[in-house]
């Protein structure tokens, strides 16, 4: 499937990092959190896209659907001649993503052992939401309910919500962060959450995967939280400084 995408180039002659930015759920057809012309001003080629089977994208919504679109996003700025063209730097390609994206960018580590570089922004986990879907009819309905809102005819996504969320439940262990933290661990990855993120909330979400990454004795992996809700409004230039910074004054 094609998918709708847009590249920030560098303009420059010497090799420069690229960064993958992901939106969040439902997101939008632009910039997540307007941290791609904030990135692409500081150096860094940025490529943004939606996933299959949301807003102009083709094909149809799912979470698996959209890790390999990462992945896909990835061999894109691999190809020989993308590298040259855009001057790409392979060895530092970095996959960021917001909210839902945050996730996406971390799974899509877990299953793609050439990502080697994440950020993840108030993250979830979709396991943990899974799980409760599973035991508590009340949860179910309500998720499911939540979820639709932003399918058709409504919302820009597009797919058959009910047989995604089977395949979904069948399959919650491939969703657990914490459980699949072993295949991050050699990884380099920069968590940032909020501090008073209750949408996602970083003591659920975010710190159980940062406390078992620890235990493995993960080597390179930090996290940075604002005095910020899960919109993040009033701390974008920091953040914006902080990925900067993560990415060019760190060997990656």
Same mark, same amino acid.
């Given at each position: 499937v094609k998918l709708d995408a847009k590249l920030y180039p560098v303009n420059k002659t010497d090799k420069v990092p690229t960064v993958i930015l992901l939106h969040g759920f439902p997101g939008n057809q632009s910039s997540p959190l307007g941290l791609?012309?904030? =990135?692409?001003?500081?150096? =860094?080629?940025i490529l943004v896209f939606n996933y299959q089977g949301s807003y102009l994208s083709e094909g149809n919504f799912s979470f698996d659907n959209c890790?390999?679109?990462?992945?896909?996003?990835?061999?894109?700025?691999?190809? +020989?001649?993308?590298?040259?063209?855009?001057? $790409?730097?392979?060895?530092?390609?970095?996959?960021?993503?917001?909210?839902?994206?945050?996730?996406?960018? %971390?799974? &899509?580590? $877990?299953?793609?052992?050439?990502i080697r570089n994440v950020i993840s922004i108030g993250n979830d986990d979709h396991s943990l939401s899974l799980k409760k879907v599973a035991t508590d009819s009340t949860y179910r309905k309500g998720y499911t309910q939540f979820i639709a809102k932003s399918f058709e005819p409504a919302g820009p996504f597009r797919g058959d919500l009910k047989a995604q969320m089977e395949l979904y439940l069948q399959n919650i262990d491939r969703y657990d962060l914490v459980k699949n933290a072993e295949?991050?661990?050699?990884?380099?990855?920069?968590? $940032?959450?909020?501090?008073?993120?209750?949408?996602?909330?970083?003591?659920?979400?975010?710190? +159980?995967?940062?406390?078992?990454?620890?235990?493995?004795?993960?080597?390179? %992996?930090?996290?940075?939280?604002?005095?910020?809700?899960?919109?993040?409004?009033?701390?974008?230039?920091?953040? &914006?400084?902080?990925? $900067?910074?993560?990415? %060019?004054?760190? +060997?990656?």
């Open positions: 791609a012309e904030k =990135l692409n001003t500081a150096g =860094l080629n890790i390999e679109n990462v992945s896909a996003a990835f061999n894109f700025l691999t190809e +020989p001649g993308n590298q040259a063209r855009f001057n $790409i730097d392979t060895f530092k390609i970095v996959v960021c993503g917001y909210s839902f994206g945050g996730t996406i960018a %971390i799974e &899509s580590a $877990i299953y793609n052992d050439k295949k991050l661990k050699t990884k380099k990855i920069l968590f $940032i959450v909020g501090w008073q993120d209750k949408t996602s909330l970083l003591e659920v979400n975010t710190l +159980p995967l940062y406390r078992k990454l620890q235990q493995l004795n993960a080597g390179n %992996i930090s996290i940075k939280g604002f005095e910020s809700d899960h919109r993040f409004n009033n701390v974008i230039d920091d953040i &914006s400084n902080t990925i $900067i910074d993560w990415i %060019i004054n760190n +060997p990656l």
